[in-house]
């Protein structure tokens, strides 16, 4: 039986947006942890952390109330924007944003703390700001961090499974990505088809941790 490739592109999609965005957002995050220091920093790390330990399906049904249309931020973004962010892709890509952060930003953090601290003095000492010091010093000098949070951010978000059926459902060529897929021939007893998905989904996960754990090597050398 041919599969439908449509869940794999939406799933690549998915995967690629999250990462792209998630990059924005979790090197100016992770700078901003990395080195800063303040009473509170426990507090944020905590709550960037909170998707490592809870079950997905409890992420999804928090974020299914707060987005649903007759929410406080649901109704408010239906009513300001016509935004729904349930049971749609939007919906499933700020979802991703929220439960793959701390794979972005926790690499990260760890490659910025681990560079020797006189780095950072000797840049503000020649006059460069935290901003600069980050992008133009440290940054440059933590590739394989990068790398590494790039790649988890976006194998994580291939494999999501719970979060995505909590959020958006199973709308073919909407919200029905691969690991959707795989579940809907399983449930059909349809195995030779979901075997099909899922080696897919094996075989790109394998390669693209293969890749980064070969480029990390080579830069460690």
């Given at each position: 039986?041919?599969?439908?490739?449509e869940?794999?592109?939406?799933?690549?999609?998915?995967?690629?947006?999250?990462?792209?965005?998630?990059?924005?957002?979790?090197?100016?995050?992770a700078?901003?942890?990395?080195?800063?220091?303040?009473?509170?920093?426990?507090?944020?790390?905590?709550?960037?952390?909170?998707?490592?330990?809870l079950p997905?399906?409890?992420?999804?049904?928090?974020?299914?109330?707060?987005?649903?249309?007759?929410?406080?931020?649901?109704?408010w973004?239906l009513?300001?924007?016509?935004?729904?962010?349930?049971?749609s892709?939007?919906?499933?890509?700020?979802?991703?944003?929220?439960?793959?952060?701390?794979?972005?930003?926790?690499?990260?953090?760890?490659?910025?703390?681990?560079?020797?601290?006189?780095?950072?003095?000797a840049?503000y000492?020649?006059g460069?700001?935290?901003?600069?010091t980050?992008?133009?010093?440290?940054?440059?000098?933590?590739?394989?961090?990068?790398l590494?949070g790039?790649?988890?951010t976006?194998?994580?978000?291939?494999?999501?499974?719970?979060?995505?059926?909590?959020?958006?459902g199973?709308?073919?060529?909407?919200?029905r990505?691969?690991?959707?897929?795989i579940?809907?021939?399983?449930?059909?007893l349809?195995?030779?088809t979901?075997?099909?998905?899922?080696?897919?989904?094996?075989?790109?996960?394998?390669?693209i941790?293969?890749?980064?754990?070969?480029?990390?090597?080579?830069?460690?050398?």
């Amino acid at each position: 039986m041919p599969i439908d490739w449509e869940p794999i592109w939406l799933t690549l999609r998915l995967a690629g947006i999250t990462t792209f965005l998630l990059l924005l957002i979790g090197v100016p995050l992770a700078g901003w942890l990395a080195l800063s220091r303040f009473r509170a920093k426990p507090i944020v790390e905590a709550l960037i952390s909170l998707p490592l330990v809870l079950p997905p399906s409890v992420v999804g049904f928090y974020l299914l109330l707060a987005f649903s249309p007759t929410g406080g931020l649901g109704a408010w973004l239906l009513k300001t924007v016509d935004v729904q962010l349930v049971f749609s892709f939007e919906g499933l890509v700020v979802a991703s944003l929220l439960y793959s952060l701390p794979f972005m930003v926790h690499p990260i953090q760890a490659g910025l703390e681990n560079l020797p601290v006189s780095w950072r003095e000797a840049s503000y000492t020649l006059g460069q700001s935290r901003i600069k010091t980050l992008w133009r010093v440290l940054l440059p000098n933590c590739k394989p961090a990068l790398l590494t949070g790039i790649v988890l951010t976006f194998a994580h978000t291939i494999g999501e499974f719970g979060l995505v059926l909590m959020i958006g459902g199973n709308l073919p060529g909407q919200t029905r990505v691969a690991s959707i897929a795989i579940y809907n021939e399983v449930e059909q007893l349809h195995f030779e088809t979901a075997h099909t998905y899922a080696a897919l989904l094996l075989g790109l996960s394998f390669a693209i941790l293969l890749l980064v754990y070969a480029i990390n090597k080579r830069v460690t050398v």
